[in-house]
C-alpha cells in the first residue's frame, strides 16, 4: 500500500511548468505538464552502432552510460547521455535535432525534471499500459495498435483489464506521445504512460527523515553512514551507549523509550542523572545516538533500539572536574555500558585520573571484553583535542559536510575515521534542531559500534573498532596510503581511515573471519582470552588458575595443551 501511495504522490506532484515541447501525461482525467531536464537525454540506437562517435556535437561534454530493459529488443542499443551542464533551450534543440538525423539512431527521447527527487531524472520506456473499459474490448484494442503500428505485448496478470503494449523496433515517437494518442481518442478506459519512476525500500516513516542527509543523501549519494542496508539486519537491540553529556531531556517522546532506567550525575557522583533547562547539547547528541524508529515522530538515530545510558554533567569549570569526568566514565563501565560517547574536550592539561578512567573502560569494561569508547576530535581545524588523544584505542571521530569535505574538523595521526558533521536531532521540549560539529560526528560512530555489538555481542572492544575502520568508505577528495601503525587498510592524515560505513561494518562482523593465536603459555593466573576465532597451542594452564576462551566463532585447541590439577578451563 504504501508503495502505491509514493507513486502516486510523485505523478501528482510532476512539475506543470510545461516548455516548449509540451511534453505532457494525463492522469485521473487531468492532464500533468512535464518539465524537459535539459542535462540528459535518452537515444536508442541500432546495436552495432558506437554512439561516442558522434559525441563532438556542438563541442559538448558528454557522459555515457548503457541502458538495459528486460524488454530491450537485441537489434537495439539504449544509452542516456548526460551532459557537464544543463543546455539551453536552444542548444536541446538542436543536439535533439542533429541525433535524430543521423540515419543510425532509432528514437530520442527526453528526459523530465522530477521535484521531489533531485538530479534523479524521470524516464520514458518503450511501453506503456492500456486499460479497457470492457473484456470484449480486446478487439478494438488489437485493431488500434495495428493501426498505430505498436506491439500488444500481454495481459497484466491479476490486473487483466490491463495490456502492456510497446513500441516497434523502428518507431521514431515516443511511448508517451502514443500513450497521449491512445489515451485521446477515448476508447479505453484508462491509460498510464509507465514513466520510469525511481523506486526504493521505506527506510522509515519517521516524518523528519528527509532532513537527515547523514543517515541518506539524495543530493551527493554516499556521502552518509548507510545505514538503512543495516537496519535490514540490526537496528542495536540489547547493546548500551553511554551518552555523557550535559543531560538528555528524559520526557522527549522520541527518546523516551530508548532511555535506560539506569544514570548517573558525575557533577554529584550520585544517581540519577540531571537535566538542567536550557541544555541542548545532549539531547540532540542522544537523538543521533538512538531516538525512536518508526514511531511517526520526527527523527531517527543511529541504532534506534539501543538502550541509552544517560550520564551528566554541567560542564561548569571547578577544581574537581577531572575527577568527576573519571568518575562518570568508571560509573559507565562499571554499570554495563558497551559504548561510551564522549562529545566535548579538556582545553589546558592533562589528567593521570581522567586517562586511567578511559584505560579502565577499554580494557575492563563489558566483563573484561572492553567497551568502544568514542571521542570527538575538536573543531579547531588543528591537532586532535584531548582527551581523544590520550590512547591510541580511543575512536577518535572527524567531521565531513554533505558535500564529503571536510568541516571544522582537527585531524592528525590519532585520528580514526570522519561522521557527518551537521544533523538535524532531537531537542528539549519534543523539538527538533539542527547543531554541528564534531561532536555531531562522535555519537554516529557510537551507533555504528552498537548495531555491529548486536549483530555480534561476543566481539572485543578491539575488534569493534577493527571492524569500523576497515569499513570506512574512502572519499574522493581525499589521498588514502599504507601508514606506519596504521594497520587497518589505506589511512588519510585529514579524514583517518575514510567515512563510517554502518552497513558495511555490520556485514563485516557477520563474518568475523580473524584469529587469536594463544600460543606458547603457561597459565598462572584467572586469564580471559577472546576473538572471533581462537586458536589455542602448547598451553600449560596450572594449579588454582583459570583460562576462559571466549570466542565468538569457533575454538581450536589442539599440540601440547594440559590442564593441571587444580586448574580449571572454560570455553565459550
Not at 40 to 63: D, M, Y
Not at 380 to 390: E, I, K, L, T
Amino acid at each position: 500500500m504504501k508503495k502505491g501511495i509514493v507513486f502516486l504522490v510523485l505523478l501528482f506532484f510532476l512539475s506543470a511548468r510545461g516548455n516548449a515541447q509540451n511534453w505532457y501525461y494525463h492522469y485521473n482525467g487531468e492532464k500533468i505538464n512535464l518539465t524537459v531536464d535539459r542535462s540528459c537525454l535518452k537515444v536508442v540506437t541500432h546495436s552495432h552502432f558506437q554512439l561516442p562517435s558522434i559525441l563532438s556535437i556542438n563541442n559538448k561534454n558528454f557522459g555515457v552510460e548503457m541502458i538495459s530493459n528486460e524488454d530491450q529488443l537485441e537489434s537495439q542499443k539504449i544509452t542516456k547521455l548526460t551532459f557537464a551542464s544543463a543546455l539551453n533551450e536552444t542548444e536541446y534543440s538542436n543536439m535533439v535535432k542533429i541525433l535524430k538525423e543521423d540515419p543510425n539512431v532509432i528514437r530520442v527521447s527526453p528526459y523530465f525534471e522530477s521535484p521531489l527527487l533531485e538530479n534523479n531524472p524521470i524516464g520514458i520506456s518503450d511501453i506503456f499500459y492500456v486499460k479497457l473499459k470492457k473484456n470484449g474490448d480486446t478487439t478494438l484494442l488489437k485493431t488500434v495498435a495495428k493501426q498505430k503500428n505498436i506491439r500488444i505485448v500481454k495481459q497484466i496478470p491479476y490486473a487483466t483489464e490491463w495490456y502492456i503494449l510497446s513500441l516497434n523496433a523502428t518507431d521514431k515517437t515516443t511511448s508517451l506521445e502514443v500513450a497521449n494518442q491512445f489515451f485521446e481518442m477515448g476508447c479505453f478506459a484508462d491509460i498510464d504512460p509507465a514513466l520510469m519512476l525511481s523506486v526504493e525500500h521505506t527506510c522509515t516513516n519517521d516524518p523528519e527523515f528527509y532532513r537527515l542527509w547523514n543517515l541518506k543523501n539524495t543530493i551527493c549519494p554516499g556521502i552518509d553512514i548507510n545505514v538503512c542496508k543495516a537496519w535490514e539486519i540490526t537496528r542495536g537491540a540489547g547493546v548500551k551507549i553511554a551518552v555523557f553529556d550535559d543531560g538528555i531531556d528524559r520526557n522527549h517522546n522520541d527518546l523516551r523509550g530508548n532511555l535506560s532506567s539506569l544514570s548517573f550525575d558525575a557533577k554529584s557522583g550520585q544517581s540519577p542523572s540531571v537535566f538542567t533547562s536550557g541544555n541542548t547539547h545532549g539531547t540532540h547528541v542522544a537523538g543521533i545516538v538512538g531516538a525512536i524508529r518508526n514511531n511517526g515522530l520526527q527523527v531517527v538515530g543511529v541504532a534506534p533500539e539501543s538502550s541509552i545510558i544517560e550520564i551528566s554533567h554541567s560542564f561548569v569549570q571547578s577544581s574537581t572536574i577531572l575527577a568527576e569526568f573519571a568518575s562518570g566514565i568508571n560509573w559507565a563501565w562499571q554499570n554495563g555500558a558497551d559504548v561510551i560517547n564522549c562529545s566535548w574536550k579538556v582545553i589546558g592539561g592533562r589528567s593521570p585520573l581522567l586517562d586511567n578512567a578511559i584505560l579502565n573502560a577499554i580494557t575492563q569494561g563489558r566483563n573484561g571484553k572492553g567497551c568502544v569508547v568514542v571521542f570527538a576530535s575538536g573543531n579547531d581545524g588543528s591537532g586532535v583535542s584531548y582527551p581523544a588523544d590520550s590512547h591510541p584505542d580511543i575512536l577518535t571521530v572527524g567531521a565531513v559536510n554533505d558535500n564529503g569535505m571536510l568541516a571544522m574538523s582537527n585531524y592528525g595521526p590519532l585520528l580514526d575515521l570522519v561522521a557527518p558533521c551537521c544533523c538535524y536531532s532531537t531537542m528539549p521540549g519534543n523539538q527538533i534542531g539542527y547543531k554541528s560539529g564534531t561532536s555531531m560526528a562522535a555519537p554516529h560512530v557510537a551507533g555504528i559500534a552498537a548495531i555491529v555489538l548486536s549483530v555480534k555481542p561476543g566481539l572485543t572492544g578491539q575488534e569493534v573498532r577493527d571492524i569500523i575502520e576497515k569499513t570506512a568508505k574512502k572519499l574522493g577528495q581525499f589521498n588514502y596510503e599504507i601508514t606506519a601503525n596504521r594497520p587497518n587498510g589505506l589511512w588519510n592524515y585529514y579524514t583517518g581511515y575514510g567515512l563510517a560505513d554502518a552497513y558495511a561494518a555490520v556485514s563485516a562482523a557477520f563474518l568475523c573471519t580473524g584469529i587469536t593465536n594463544f600460543m606458547n603459555q603457561t597459565v598462572n593466573s584467572n586469564t580471559t582470552v577472546t576473538g572471533c576465532n581462537i586458536n589455542v597451542e602448547n598451553v600449560t594452564v596450572t594449579n588454582g588458575s583459570n583460562a576462559l576462551f571466549d570466542a565468538t566463532e569457533t575454538t581450536t585447541i589442539s599440540n601440547n595443551f594440559e590442564v593441571l590439577p587444580g586448574a580449571t578451563l572454560e570455553v565459550k
